[in-house]
């Protein structure tokens, strides 16, 4: 009769350990991805909610509103032709310019950039419509990450996917 205890041994332990390290690591790597994918696209989300924020502002007050994109120098270099920002601003131009919303991306999806095509703002005039009357693009970045929406010139916001 032999006499064996029950228990596994120090080269099985090991072995699993290292497997299970392995595929710790891998999880980890996709799981940053996913988390930038979903924060580049909370923050356009956000953005799109405030841009027909601020087209309805425009519309109900019959005045210009503006959206201006704002850098606090969080975000690196953008891609020449473009404009790169941390953040952004609703402002009413009644006859007295008044502050209605500041938003800040570096604070609620930490890491993501906006760049827009155009210009450093995006403005609707009293019936809706962009002023001046050309499209606007914004894309969303965080570590090679990148999702974007488009704004007509009627003010409607198309997000791609």
Known sequence: MEDRRAGVTLLELMA???VVGILAGLASASLGRVLARAQTAAALHQLAADISYTRMLAVRGGSRVELRF????????PRSGRFSADGYRITVR??????????RLR????GVCLESNNDTNIVF???GLLLPFENRTVWSRRQGVVDSLTVSVLGRVRRRF
């Open 70 to 77: 704002t850098n606090e120098g969080s975000c690196g270099a």
């Open 94 to 103: 009644d006859p007295t310019p008044r502050v209605v919303r500041v938003a």
């Open 16 to 18: 699993v350990l290292a």
């Open 125 to 127: 005039g009293s019936r």
């Open 107 to 110: 604070s609620s999806a930490s």
